[in-house]
């Protein structure tokens, strides 16, 4: 009885926690929680909370929150629909917590980075407060922990950027994610996925296995289709170029594990694919990059070792869109933010590089193939004045074994240049040094369209040519420095380079070869083995106003950028020429079968000429001083007359030496008919032309000998120039043309080829017509210098008497004698004699004649007799008998030295004493006088007959006169020369 008592109340009691407990569950708790969680959760954010309700369940263990939402100033940050959390009542026995289900219903999260870069989720922490510090607590081990399932279904994630000036804003819907046995005991493992739809921006897929203790997972992440352009639109404030379109797909394997040591997060046989990705540049809304697909497969990266393997990246079909602006700036540096984008420049070549950084890199990269096929390059340079666009494509490239860390990454290039010539390159590249060592293989690469970069230099045209290359080179560090390499051979065939404008050639050639080229930075060298040019023309012309082409083709330009550029070469420390000097060697040029045409449209009528069958060598050309090379050229000259140039020269050194012959013969002076009319005012009617030059020229000093022959020239028709002077040339061509009918000129040239007045050309033309003036103006001079008078031969112009004499004096005779040489030497010469008697000095002469002929024999009158002893005491006795007075009177006994003067001697002084006034009473007549000067003209006439030289129609005596004795330098009687 009293047992059921006990069990009544006992029961009663039970009943009564149990209503109890029920009550509270479903009554009273859950506006408990709701109360708590409102309060606690608003004063803890200092943000608004809404839960419209809380239900409990206590007899399942069930919690539920309805309708949650946290929100400041009417904006929504957190919100759910539904909270069910299911405790699990296995929790008492296992001495653990433990929930057989969590599930969140349409879960929101908005976040927001504000202006100043404050993500919002952050200020609904309280503010930190300075506290003491505390205790460091004693680790007890995680405690126990196991979740059967949780979800989250239907869950929106908003995200907005206000900290860009382009506001960014991005919605993640109809999220899901299940996790089942989610638990904090040991090796205790559980399985998840998440879905995510990214609306039009994409789907993510996450699934795979979490451990918490230790903490272990792996599993797989899919990004499907992800707009690249919405993720464009977060960074495009921070970027100058537009991602158009674009989509993203990635499949990884990942794994962590952080249970040892050394903790583990790695992916693994992961693939990341593009696809129709589109760039385009910001400024110009023009595609830059087109990438139809991209593959990377096989990804492995270890997150923990920084090392990231790639099995494989391929791509295919893209286009790359490369342009230069007007101020030289390429797009590609204008793809990201830079207020000022500097102009393109050279780098300097003589600045020292830096040595190379051992470090490793920051991530251990290797990819075992990349591989790039069917992409078009187009480049586009608008800084130029004459824009160029220049295609490669279609472009493969395959690189294996590719690393940052190891070297020698087998390389493979090909490509098309504009759809014609064709780019081969194959060798290895080591990235961690950007060192390579490749063989490169161009095969008929177009030169039009590198056209502009020439006419920014020179106005030409290039059409056709095509340019061939093989070899190896090298880029690789010597001594702290890179040092480039290049050892191979070139080709340029068929090309024409015409003037700007021009439709005829100025130079062409059918081939151009160089053999063995080899280039050193460090040693500043280059050396070529043989360069071969075939067929080469040139064409050489002097406009109607002068002007050379070769020289008008160089834009002036070029000589302010030189200036620009010795003015800042003068900024920098001045280098060690011998160190820095470049030096250039070639072992031979050799040109065949080529051709010179040279016009000068300045002459009326044109001159054109050429050198065809044009043969030239060279070897041995360098930079280096002192050091010259051998040049043998020849040809002919329109078609018929050789010339040939040899010698020594060294046109690529600083101190220029150049020892040559030049031998041209039989040139057809009626070629020249154009500059003999404008200089000399004749055409040329016959003849040829030879040249002999030596010019020697040693750093400043040239020292030139022409040696020029004119054979049977003869002058044509007269023609009207301003240039030419009015002169007999037919006389200095018959004083300067010899017994062959050649004309022979040596003179020497001389002079420092850096003074800006020093002309060659004009030395030679002024020299010329010095002489041909000096053969008109001083004859006799000209015809000395054929029989080698010293002084120029002046002296037989002349035949010089004694006063009132007529005999030719031995000194006479053998000037005469020269003369008749020179005139035996010149056919075409005759010689004309004037006879000339001089008042005073000859009528005193004549009057000495009339008193020694009063003394003398009829028979011995008007000889040039010596006077004897005899004949003058009779003189002297004339003298007496005029003047009362004997002439010996006057005459000393003894001389200064007191010697006595023997008779003879006294007899002679006193002669001279009076024979001047004697003479000055003497009356000679004018016809007398005649009569000497025409016996002066007969003595000469026969000396020079008798000798047999020259014909006696060569000599002609005009009429004799009387000249004054002030403008005589003694008594002389002229020649003169004349042509037939």
């Given at each position: 009885m009293k047992k059921s008592k006990i069990l009544r109340i006992i029961l009663i009691v039970f009943l009564s926690l149990a209503v109890l407990y029920t009550a509270f569950g479903f009554l009273v708790l859950p506006k408990i929680v709701k109360s708590q969680l409102t309060s606690r959760i608003s004063e803890f954010t200092q943000s608004n909370v809404e839960l419209r309700d809380v239900d409990t369940n206590p007899l399942f263990l069930t919690a539920s929150l309805k309708d949650f939402k946290l929100s400041r100033e009417n904006n929504e940050i957190i919100s759910f629909k539904d909270l069910l959390i299911n405790f699990s009542i296995s929790s008492i026995v296992k001495r653990s917590l433990n929930f057989s289900e969590i599930k969140l219903t349409e879960p929101f999260i908005n976040l927001q980075i504000s202006s100043e870069g404050k993500l919002n989720l952050l200020d609904l922490a309280p503010k930190s407060e300075d506290k003491e510090d505390k205790k460091e607590k004693k680790d007890d081990g995680i405690f126990p922990l196991l979740i059967k399932e949780i979800t989250f279904d239907r869950g929106n994630i908003l995200f907005q950027d206000f900290s860009n000036k382009t506001p960014y804003r991005s919605d993640i819907k109809a999220l899901s994610f299940t996790l089942k046995n989610l638990s904090t005991i040991p090796n205790e493992e559980g399985v998840y996925e998440l879905d995510a739809n990214l609306n039009e921006n994409g789907i993510i897929n996450w699934n795979g296995t979490l451990e918490l203790n230790p903490v272990r997972s792996e599993g797989t992440i899919k990004f499907d289709k992800i707009n690249t352009h919405n993720i464009w639109e977060y960074i495009q404030d921070r970027v100058n170029f537009i991602v158009k379109e674009g989509s993203l797909d990635i499949n990884a394997e990942y794994s962590l594990d952080f249970s040892g040591d050394e903790r583990e997060f790695r992916f693994k046989n992961s693939e990341m694919s593009l696809t129709a990705l589109s760039i385009l540049a910001k400024e110009s809304n023009e595609e830059v990059v087109s990438i139809p697909s991209l593959l990377v497969s096989g990804i492995d990266f270890d997150i923990q070792k920084k090392k990231l393997d790639i099995s494989k990246v391929d791509t295919s079909n893209g286009n790359v869109f490369a342009k230069i602006d007007e101020d030289g700036v390429i797009?590609?540096?204008?793809?990201?933010?830079?207020?000022?984008?500097?102009?393109?420049?050279?780098?300097?070549?003589?600045?020292?590089?830096?040595?190379?950084?051992?470090?490793?890199?920051?991530?251990?990269?290797?990819?075992?193939?990349?591989?790039?096929?069917?992409?078009?390059?187009?480049?586009?340079?608008?800084?130029?004045?004459?824009?160029?666009?220049?295609?490669?494509?279609?472009?493969?490239?395959?690189?294996?074994?590719?690393?940052?860390?190891?070297?020698?990454?087998?390389?493979?290039?090909?490509?098309?240049?504009?759809?014609?010539?064709?780019?081969?390159?194959?060798?290895?590249?080591?990235?961690?040094?950007?060192?390579?060592?490749?063989?490169?293989?161009?095969?008929?690469?177009?030169?039009?369209?590198?056209?502009?970069?020439?006419?920014?230099?020179?106005?030409?045209?290039?059409?056709?040519?095509?340019?061939?290359?093989?070899?190896?080179?090298?880029?690789?560090?010597?001594?702290?420095?890179?040092?480039?390499?290049?050892?191979?051979?070139?080709?340029?065939?068929?090309?024409?380079?015409?003037?700007?404008?021009?439709?005829?050639?100025?130079?062409?050639?059918?081939?151009?070869?160089?053999?063995?080229?080899?280039?050193?930075?460090?040693?500043?060298?280059?050396?070529?083995?043989?360069?071969?040019?075939?067929?080469?023309?040139?064409?050489?012309?002097?406009?109607?106003?002068?002007?050379?082409?070769?020289?008008?083709?160089?834009?002036?330009?070029?000589?302010?950028?030189?200036?620009?550029?010795?003015?800042?070469?003068?900024?920098?420390?001045?280098?060690?020429?011998?160190?820095?000097?470049?030096?250039?060697?070639?072992?031979?040029?050799?040109?065949?079968?080529?051709?010179?045409?040279?016009?000068?449209?300045?002459?009326?009528?044109?001159?054109?000429?050429?050198?065809?069958?044009?043969?030239?060598?060279?070897?041995?050309?360098?930079?280096?001083?002192?050091?010259?090379?051998?040049?043998?050229?020849?040809?002919?000259?329109?078609?018929?007359?050789?010339?040939?140039?040899?010698?020594?020269?060294?046109?690529?050194?600083?101190?220029?030496?150049?020892?040559?012959?030049?031998?041209?013969?039989?040139?057809?002076?009626?070629?020249?008919?154009?500059?003999?009319?404008?200089?000399?005012?004749?055409?040329?009617?016959?003849?040829?032309?030879?040249?002999?030059?030596?010019?020697?020229?040693?750093?400043?000093?040239?020292?030139?000998?022409?040696?020029?022959?004119?054979?049977?020239?003869?002058?044509?028709?007269?023609?009207?120039?301003?240039?030419?002077?009015?002169?007999?040339?037919?006389?200095?061509?018959?004083?300067?043309?010899?017994?062959?009918?050649?004309?022979?000129?040596?003179?020497?040239?001389?002079?420092?080829?850096?003074?800006?007045?020093?002309?060659?050309?004009?030395?030679?033309?002024?020299?010329?017509?010095?002489?041909?003036?000096?053969?008109?103006?001083?004859?006799?001079?000209?015809?000395?210098?054929?029989?080698?008078i010293f002084g120029g031969g002046e002296e037989l112009s002349y035949v010089s008497f004694e006063p009132g004499s007529s005999k030719v004096t031995d000194k006479e005779k053998k000037e005469l004698g020269e003369l008749l040489k020179a005139l035996s030497e010149r056919p075409n010469l005759k010689l004309d004699i004037k006879g000339v008697a001089y008042n005073e000095i000859d009528r005193l002469g004549l009057a000495e004649m009339q008193i020694i002929n009063s003394v003398r024999d009829d028979d011995e009158q008007n000889s040039d007799k010596p006077l004897t002893e005899d004949e003058m005491e009779d003189i002297l006795e004339i003298y007496e008998n005029d003047y009362g007075v004997d002439p010996l009177d006057k005459v000393p006994e003894e001389d200064a030295n007191g010697k006595d003067i023997p008779k003879a001697e006294k007899i002679r002084i006193a002669y001279n004493n009076s024979i001047g006034q004697l003479k000055d009473f003497e009356t000679v007549k004018d016809s007398e006088m005649i009569d000497l000067a025409k016996r002066r003209a007969d003595s000469i006439r026969d000396f020079l007959t008798n000798k047999e030289m020259i014909d006696q129609s060569r000599i002609f005596t005009l009429d004799p006169s009387i000249e004054s004795a002030e403008s005589a330098e003694g008594v002389r009687v002229p020649l003169g020369l004349d042509t037939f």
């Open positions: 797009n590609f540096k204008k793809l990201v933010n830079n207020k000022n984008p500097e102009k393109i420049e050279d780098s300097d070549s003589n600045k020292k590089v830096e040595k190379i950084d051992n470090k490793k890199p920051k991530i251990d990269l290797n990819i075992g193939e990349i591989g790039v096929s069917g992409y078009n390059v187009n480049f586009e340079d608008n800084s130029l004045s004459n824009k160029t666009q220049i295609k490669l494509g279609p472009t493969n490239i395959n690189i294996k074994n590719f690393s940052l860390v190891k070297s020698e990454s087998p390389l493979t290039v090909d490509t098309v240049l504009n759809e014609a010539g064709k780019i081969n390159i194959n060798g290895v590249i080591n990235t961690p040094g950007f060192t390579s060592d490749l063989k490169l293989d161009f095969s008929k690469i177009p030169l039009n369209p590198f056209e502009p970069y020439i006419d920014e230099f020179a106005e030409i045209d290039v059409e056709g040519g095509n340019l061939s290359l093989t070899g190896d080179l090298i880029n690789q560090f010597e001594q702290d420095k890179r040092n480039i390499k290049f050892n191979g051979n070139l080709n340029v065939d068929s090309t024409m380079i015409k003037q700007a404008g021009n439709k005829d050639d100025l130079f062409r050639w059918a081939d151009l070869r160089v053999a063995e080229a080899e280039f050193d930075l460090i040693a500043r060298s280059l050396s070529i083995k043989k360069i071969d040019v075939d067929k080469l023309y040139s064409n050489v012309v002097i406009d109607v106003n002068g002007k050379v082409n070769l020289k008008s083709i160089v834009k002036s330009d070029t000589d302010k950028v030189k200036k620009e550029e010795k003015i800042e070469s003068k900024k920098t420390d001045k280098p060690d020429n011998k160190k820095d000097k470049f030096v250039t060697e070639i072992g031979k040029v050799n040109l065949s079968d080529g051709e010179l045409y040279f016009s000068d449209l300045s002459l009326e009528p044109v001159f054109k000429t050429n050198i065809q069958e044009l043969e030239v060598t060279l070897t041995g050309l360098s930079s280096k001083d002192l050091k010259t090379a051998k040049i043998d050229l020849k040809g002919k000259i329109d078609k018929y007359a050789p010339v040939k140039i040899t010698g020594e020269v060294n046109p690529l050194g600083d101190k220029t030496q150049t020892d040559i012959d030049v031998n041209i013969e039989g040139v057809e002076l009626t070629n020249l008919s154009s500059y003999s009319g404008k200089y000399v005012g004749y055409r040329m009617g016959r003849g040829k032309l030879s040249l002999d030059l030596e010019y020697v020229l040693n750093e400043k000093l040239l020292d030139g000998k022409n040696k020029i022959v004119f054979d049977q020239i003869k002058l044509g028709d007269k023609v009207q120039s301003p240039d030419a002077k009015d002169l007999p040339l037919e006389l200095a061509i018959s004083l300067l043309k010899d017994r062959s009918g050649a004309v022979k000129l040596d003179f020497p040239v001389s002079g420092d080829p850096t003074d800006p007045k020093f002309n060659v050309s004009e030395i030679i033309f002024k020299t010329f017509f010095n002489l041909i003036f000096k053969a008109v103006t001083s004859p006799f001079s000209i015809l000395g210098s054929v029989v080698g």
